[in-house]
């Protein structure tokens, strides 16, 4: 999800791709690192306080399964209520988007949007729209139950190949 956040705020604010692959790599190497010492630092805060367990995890880990994870090595307790604060995180992601989206046009100057054309909305890339959707139908209970393994496996496959990619294209030297 960190690296979805890169890759939908990149174009807006012209970041190329070296700068992308760079920052993808360090956020999720600094998210496998957190994913092992927050449960540490959360037991050493909130020991008997779930609500904040669930808040810290879900609110720093940048993907979701580091934060279940993470929240599964504090205690399964919390795993859905840190899912909950990740999500809400992801929720965001549309917002801030459309705002970095904005503030870029914007510096750029009125000419450059004039020449563009293409309204707020359109700038954001697709699988953020696709995310909303299913979230939306995963909620509303409007997805088959046989579908879930189908879905899992794809997402998983996708998630890996996406990393390969970011991988392959990084310049360790940077």
């Not at 190497?29 to 957190?34: A, C, I, K, P, S």
């Not at 993907?63 to 859905?80: E, K, L, P, R, T």
């Not at 879905?151 to 390969?164: C, D």
Request: with cysteine.
């Amino acid at each position: 999800c960190g690296s979805s956040a890169i890759a939908a705020t990149a174009p807006a604010i012209d970041a190329s791709d070296e700068e992308r692959g760079l920052v993808i790599t360090i956020v999720n190497l600094t998210g496998t690192v957190m994913m092992f010492l927050l449960p540490l630092l959360v037991w050493l805060l909130f020991r008997d306080e779930p609500l904040q367990s669930a808040a810290l995890m879900g609110g720093v880990l940048q993907s979701v399964g580091q934060v279940v994870g993470g929240a599964s090595m504090v205690d399964a307790s919390i795993v859905d209520f840190a899912l909950l604060f990740k999500i809400l995180r992801i929720l965001m992601l549309v917002p801030i988007v459309l705002l970095f989206t904005h503030l870029a046009t914007q510096k750029r100057g009125a000419k450059k949007i004039n020449e563009r054309g293409v309204p707020l909305l359109k700038r954001v890339p697709w699988y953020i729209y696709g995310f909303l959707i299913t979230a939306l139908l995963n909620t509303l209970h409007l997805l088959p139950e046989g579908l879930d393994p189908i879905l899992t496996f794809l997402r998983q496959n996708l998630e890996i190949t996406a990393l390969a990619a970011i991988g392959l294209r990084l310049n360790l030297q940077s």
